[in-house]
């Protein structure tokens, strides 16, 4: 494997040097092999991707470019809709669907060059940090079969660390593309909310979740952030004129930048020991390599969880209203009335973490109980944005942990859904304030397993961020387990 | 701080959100919804007087689209999706109230 | 107490589907009567994934709706309103809640008095449900179908204030408000097609009370005649009720043409709580000052500012019969042509209010000056108002020249000194009723004039033959 696999085979494809037919292959043979073992997958489209990738090949052979991707096999999470493709938000609910309609970012991937190489699992309805909440059961990290991916995006993750797919895109409501990247030792960015188009992102929390890359560099998933990134007039809050771009500054070091290390986040609750090492080690490294690295404070994001547990699960609660048995999805059979047939057809259809935050969000709408909940969540909202306001004038970047350990165990978190939620404690709060943020393969823990940091920036601030995590990958200590020989 | 959630609490609310749970349920949720609630103590207990609520992190508005007709989906392709469909129309199970 | 010592007390809330093109949130046609779900696309249907993107036209006018009604346009946010329901393809309404676009202005009706407006929102309608089953109604049907063409259409909801006593009241109300709808351009209005539909809250109280009665929503009246009807049944109901000892309790009710009842729609257990929270895939509308009064400018004048213009120019009250008619009827262009060519404001309205009315087809194709000739031949007796009826009539029907159609009927305006000499000559031909009215016996004067009438062939000027027979009397 190269340092960039994605933009590698795109470049060995565009000169007519590779054919991505050829290259689809080798990552199928992969998928052959251990897929079984690590379920990834929902849906494997081995037939789809090998007419793209004839198409593709074909295009070269006519002189005509594919564009950047051109080839490069791409894992898709399982809540972006896919025309005619089932898209399943890995719940019964949604088995069998065909969407009539693909999402703009598999539009844009398509459009790209890029090849759909299958649809990746996922917590149902993006809700959950470990992929175990999958109706079609759990995926596991390629890294140690024992342990989860982390979640909810663990499929997409675990697709790019297992080399089935050089990249991926995942979704991130809550730290659900940044916790499992950490997780497998991968990276995973999720850009400013409305940098990249949410239409036909099934929605968990419309107002926190955004669609992002994983890769296995930094420069690849520039490469395919710059691709999604972009004004789409079919999201309300998709913003208007040119993105940010990731590529700009990969190589521009971090000489003079000034980097903060956020001190409720580094001192969360329930880090282990050495996840605070690998981040105070990380921001080390920046200094020395020209940064000039302080300890900043964000008062607020120590509420980030509490309000984040209120807010989602509202949002949830009414974005999954919709799955009622009439139009699509499951509905129970033998029902006596409407009514009965909601209640039976959604109690058939949603898992247990689903209904537990559609009842909790439920209950924070509810009459007598929105301003205790719903609202002061939103005003916390406001405080955790103010917070970061006031830090970002002294710095460029912030610095945290990614997720509070290595990998754990399948089975570990599942009997305690607020230990389960405490996985998100440093993820959370770039997704309240609407901020990008990214995770990035730091070294290993005790377990040999992958530690990620994460590099947060303010609103519209990727080149900033991908300049700093070009670097720290620059910098990174050697990982422990690597899957591919 | 808000009284802890009680069972009959969380049946009202699998009621609203119309879902069916066990008596077991309703119990391990009660329990689950209660711990995260108190975890939430904390927000609960914050000054925020003349805190404006976010809504939205972005600050933008009027988002408009021009009144112009744009091909939608076609008919068969959707209702082939549905549970039950009859003469073009979504058929479901007999309806007992009026809308609201 | 009796039925008088009792005061009803009504608010309506009016919601108007808008004229746009295209749907609130995507661009599926906004058309009525289409086959089922053809217009339709993942918007509107509700598919997992699907966003919003707000229609500029619908907010548009819901500005021009505010505007007419005279109220704040202000910068607006849209809620979700929770509710499981199959003609909701989400089980959530998007709607405007606590920040509406329009707030507080105020109808005013045709006798001068106004009505509050307390907001006009924009939300999106649902689809329809079909019921099938024997009684092709809701209740005994054995399942139901779904069309969801009309769900997204954009609404604008007038909420009213609780201003109204009587239905005659509401439905003098809704009857402007549809007027005024109208004339923004923005609603077509018709409460048959289900595009215009009007709530009643109704409740009563002892007259002179201060505080308000208990009310009850209600629903299903699709005309302004079964509103009034509705209304009074339901106040009826209400006093009876309360004279019984009862209490009223707040609920929604549906009205049934049939029988002429409400009833209770449903059971209390069953309330909605609607867990209303800001539609997090939208952003607040914020219409700038620019956009309001350049809306404001190109609103065309409204029924009660034409209704006084009508009024002004004939002399009348403005809610006057035949004022509202020309209004109504939109005749009030003819009638301001025909005042500026000279005809009287008042004859022209009566004209206007019943002949050009009563063929109101060809009123388009009537030449305003050659109305206002006939008008002013008329006013200066050079027709008499039978005369100038019979060459209205031919100038509706046919078009020309007023005084050339008058002159082939042989209408020859008598002279007033000819006029004069046949009322002489009638009195000497019938002494015995000229000496009882000349005796102040007013009720012999139809026949004298009818006798003048025979005299002259039907040219005579009626009006001046009698100020000349009063004339002759002292
Ligand atoms: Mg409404
Ligand atoms: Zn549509």
């Given at each position: 494997m190269t340092a960039n696999p994605a933009a590698d085979i795109a470049g060995a494809i565009r000169r007519g040097e590779k054919t991505a037919s050829g290259v689809l292959e080798e990552h199928l043979a992969r998928v052959q092999a251990r897929e079984p073992e690590i379920h990834a997958f929902n849906l494997v489209l081995e037939e789809n991707a090998r007419d793209t990738a004839a198409q593709i090949d074909a295009a070269v052979a006519r002189g005509v470019d594919p564009g950047p991707l051109a080839g490069v096999p791409i894992a898709l999470k399982d809540n972006l809709c896919t025309r005619g493709v089932p898209t399943t938000c890995s719940s019964r609910m949604l088995a069998g669907w065909r969407p009539p309609y693909d999402a703009t970012v598999v539009a844009r991937v398509t459009a790209a060059g890029a090849v759909a190489i299958g649809k990746t699992n996922l917590d149902e309805f993006a809700m959950g940090s470990s992929t175990e909440n999958s109706a079609f059961g759990p995926t596991r990290n390629p890294l140690d079969p024992s342990r989860v991916p982390g979640g909810s995006s663990g499929g997409s993750a675990a697709a790019v660390a297992a080399g089935f797919a050089p990249l991926a895109l995942g979704s991130d409501t809550g730290g659900s593309i940044r916790q499992p990247a950490a997780l497998c030792g991968v990276v995973g960015t999720k850009p400013t909310y409305g940098v990249v188009s949410r239409y036909g992102l099934v929605a968990f929390a419309s107002s926190l979740d955004q669609i992002g890359p994983f890769a296995r560099s930094v420069g690849d998933a520039a490469l395919l952030f710059d691709v999604i990134a972009g004004h789409d007039p079919a999201d309300s809050t998709s913003l208007a004129g040119a993105p940010p771009v990731a590529s700009a500054a990969l190589e521009h070091g971090v000489d003079g930048l000034r980097v903060g290390l956020v001190t409720e986040l580094v001192g969360a609750e329930g880090l282990s020991g050495e996840v605070v090492a690998g981040t105070r080690a990380a921001a080390e490294a920046l200094a020395s390599a020209g940064a000039k690295v302080e300890e900043v404070s964000v008062p607020a994001t120590v509420y980030g969880l509490s309000a984040y547990y209120l807010i989602a699960p509202a949002e949830a609660s009414s974005n999954l209203s919709r799955y009622d048995g009439v139009r699509y999805g499951h509905r129970a059979t033998g029902a006596a009335d409407i009514t009965d047939m909601y209640i039976a057809s959604r109690s058939e259809g949603f898992g247990p973490e689903v209904k537990r935050r559609i009842m909790l969000g439920t209950y924070a709408l509810s009459a007598g109980y929105y301003d205790a909940y719903y609202g002061q969540a939103q005003k916390v909202r406001t405080l955790i944005i103010r917070d970061f306001e006031v830090a970002y004038q002294s710095f460029d970047v912030l610095l945290s942990p990614t997720a509070p350990g290595t990998a754990f165990p399948l089975g570990a978190k599942t009997a305690d859904p607020l230990l389960m939620y405490l996985n998100d404690v440093c993820t959370i709060p770039s997704n309240l304030a609407g901020h990008p943020a990214m995770s990035v393969p730091w070294g290993a823990g005790a377990d040999g397993l992958p530690l990620g940091v994460q590099v947060l920036a303010p609103a519209l601030g990727e080149t900033v961020m991908f300049q700093v995590a070009a670097t720290l990958e620059r910098l990174a200590p050697a990982a422990g387990r690597k899957v591919e020989s | 701080m808000a009284t802890p959630i009680s069972t009959a609490d969380v049946a009202h609310v699998a009621r609203l959100a119309r879902l069916a749970l066990s008596d077991e349920e309703l119990d391990q949720f009660t329990g689950q919804l209660a711990a995260v609630l108190a975890h939430a103590a904390d927000i609960e207990a914050l000054d925020t007087a003349g805190v404006p609520p976010t809504a939205h992190a972005l600050p933008i508005h009027n988002v408009l689209r021009d009144d112009v007709v744009v091909a939608g989906v076609d008919r068969e392709e959707v209702l082939a999706q549905a549970p039950a469909a009859e003469s073009g129309r979504f058929r479901v199970p007999r309806i007992l109230g009026e809308a609201p | 107490m009796s039925r008088s010592e009792w005061e009803m007390v009504i608010g309506l809330e009016v919601h108007t589907e808008l004229r746009t093109a295209t749907k609130l949130f995507c661009g599926c046609a906004n058309h009525f009567g289409d086959e089922p779900n053809t217009n339709v696309c993942p918007v509107c249907l509700g598919l997992p994934g699907s966003l919003p993107v707000l229609n500029r036209t619908a907010v548009e006018y819901a500005i021009r709706i505010g505007t007419a009604l005279h109220c704040t346009v202000q910068p607006s946010l849209f809620h979700r309103k929770n509710y499981f329901y199959p003609d909701m393809p989400k089980d959530y309404q998007i709607s405007q809640y606590d920040v509406p676009i329009n707030a507080d202005g105020w109808l005013a009706l045709p006798d001068g008095r106004r009505v509050g407006i307390e907001r006009a929102h924009i939300e999106e309608d649902t689809g329809k449900s079909t019921h099938v089953g024997e009684s092709g109604r809701i209740h005994g049907a054995d399942h139901s179908l779904v069309d969801y063409n009309r769900a997204g259409v954009p609404l604008v909801e007038i909420v009213g204030r609780p201003d109204l006593r009587s239905g005659d009241d509401a439905r003098i109300y809704v009857d402007e408000l549809r007027a005024i709808l109208v004339a923004t351009g923005a609603s077509d209005g018709k409460m048959e097609e289900g595009s215009l539909r009007v709530d009643a809250n109704v409740s009563v109280r002892p007259r002179g009370a201060a505080d308000l009665g208990t009310r009850c929503e209600i629903k299903n009246m699709n005309s302004l005649r079964s509103l009034g009807r509705a209304i009074e049944y339901e106040a009826t109901r209400q006093i009876t009720l309360l004279e019984e000892g009862g209490t009223v309790s707040q609920e929604t009710r549906h009205w049934d043409?049939?029988?002429?009842?409400?009833?209770?729609?449903?059971?209390?257990?069953?309330?909605?709580?609607?867990?209303?929270?800001?539609?997090?895939?939208?952003?607040?509308?914020?219409?700038?000052?620019?956009?309001?009064?350049?809306?404001?400018?190109?609103?065309?004048?409204?029924?009660?500012?034409?209704?006084?213009?009508?009024?002004?120019?004939?002399?009348?009250?403005?809610?006057?019969?035949?004022?509202?008619?020309?209004?109504?009827?939109?005749?009030?262009?003819?009638?301001?042509?025909?005042?500026?060519?000279?005809?009287?404001?008042?004859?022209?309205?009566?004209?206007?209010?019943?002949?050009?009315?009563?063929?109101?087809?060809?009123?388009?194709?009537?030449?305003?000056?050659?109305?206002?000739?006939?008008?002013?031949?008329?006013?200066?007796?050079?027709?008499?108002?039978?005369?100038?009826?019979?060459?209205?009539?031919?100038?509706?029907?046919?078009?020309?020249?007023?005084?050339?159609?008058?002159?082939?009927?042989?209408?020859?305006?008598?002279?007033?000194?000819?006029?004069?000499?046949?009322?002489?000559?009638?009195?000497?031909?019938?002494?015995?009723?000229?000496?009882?009215?000349?005796?102040?016996?007013?009720?012999?004067?139809?026949?004298?004039?009818?006798?003048?009438?025979?005299?002259?062939?039907?040219?005579?000027?009626?009006?001046?033959?009698?100020?000349?027979?009063?004339g002759r009397r002292s």
């Open positions: - | - | 043409e049939g029988t002429g009842r409400t009833s209770t729609m449903r059971s209390k257990e069953d309330a909605y709580d609607y867990r209303y929270f800001p539609e997090p895939d939208l952003v607040p509308i914020v219409p700038s000052e620019e956009w309001i009064r350049a809306v404001a400018d190109a609103l065309p004048p409204m029924p009660g500012d034409r209704r006084s213009a009508v009024a002004a120019a004939a002399k009348l009250a403005p809610d006057a019969d035949p004022v509202v008619t020309v209004v109504r009827l939109d005749l009030d262009s003819l009638l301001h042509a025909a005042v500026a060519a000279g005809a009287d404001g008042g004859l022209a309205v009566k004209r206007l209010a019943n002949e050009v009315a009563s063929s109101l087809e060809r009123a388009a194709v009537l030449d305003p000056v050659a109305f206002a000739t006939v008008v002013q031949m008329e006013s200066r007796s050079a027709l008499t108002p039978a005369q100038a009826r019979t060459v209205l009539k031919d100038l509706l029907e046919g078009g020309g020249d007023p005084a050339a159609i008058a002159k082939a009927h042989g209408f020859e305006a008598m002279a007033s000194d000819a006029l004069a000499d046949a009322v002489d000559q009638v009195i000497a031909e019938n002494p015995g009723e000229w000496e009882r009215f000349a005796g102040g016996e007013d009720k012999v004067q139809g026949f004298l004039i009818g006798k003048i009438k025979a005299a002259t062939g039907g040219n005579a000027d009626l009006k001046e033959a009698s100020a000349l027979l009063r």
